[in-house]
């Protein structure tokens, strides 16, 4: 899921983040890629929205991935939080992606 502007209480962006997401959740998406690359700001609403996701997906056996926080604003919130240390974070969609494949493993002889 691509997030573009802010995700912030006012003028209801968090909103429709949340009603989103819990679409998602209620159709049976358990891995989730939010992309925040084009993420402008973030409040505590916005972070609040993400942490509960992570934690429903978590509790659900599946899990949440960042790509491309490209600075700014948003990027020193997340950052501050520690949400980049407790939710994987990628530089691209392809090596997210591939992150939520199972490890391969090796056969013993």
């Given amino acids: 899921m691509d997030l573009q502007g802010r995700a912030t209480i006012s003028d209801g962006e968090c909103d429709?983040?949340?009603v989103k997401l819990e679409e998602l959740l209620?159709?049976?998406v358990r891995k989730l890629l939010l992309n925040l690359a084009e993420l402008t700001q973030v409040d505590s609403a916005g972070f609040s929205i993400v942490a509960k996701v992570c934690v429903t997906l978590r509790d659900q056996g599946g899990?949440?991935?960042f790509v491309g926080p490209n600075g700014g604003?948003?990027?020193m919130?997340?950052?501050v939080l520690?949400?980049?240390d407790?939710?994987?974070?990628?530089d691209n969609e392809k090596e997210a992606l591939a992150s939520f494949r199972p490890k391969s493993?090796?056969?013993q002889a």
């Fill in 26 to 28: 209620a159709s049976g």
């Fill in 73 to 75: 604003r948003a990027l």
């Fill in 82 to 84: 520690r949400l980049l």
């Fill in 105 to 107: 493993s090796v056969a």
């Fill in 86 to 90: 407790m939710i994987p974070t990628f």
């Fill in 16 to 18: 429709l983040l949340r």
């Fill in 63 to 65: 899990d949440l991935r």
């Fill in 77 to 79: 919130a997340f950052k």
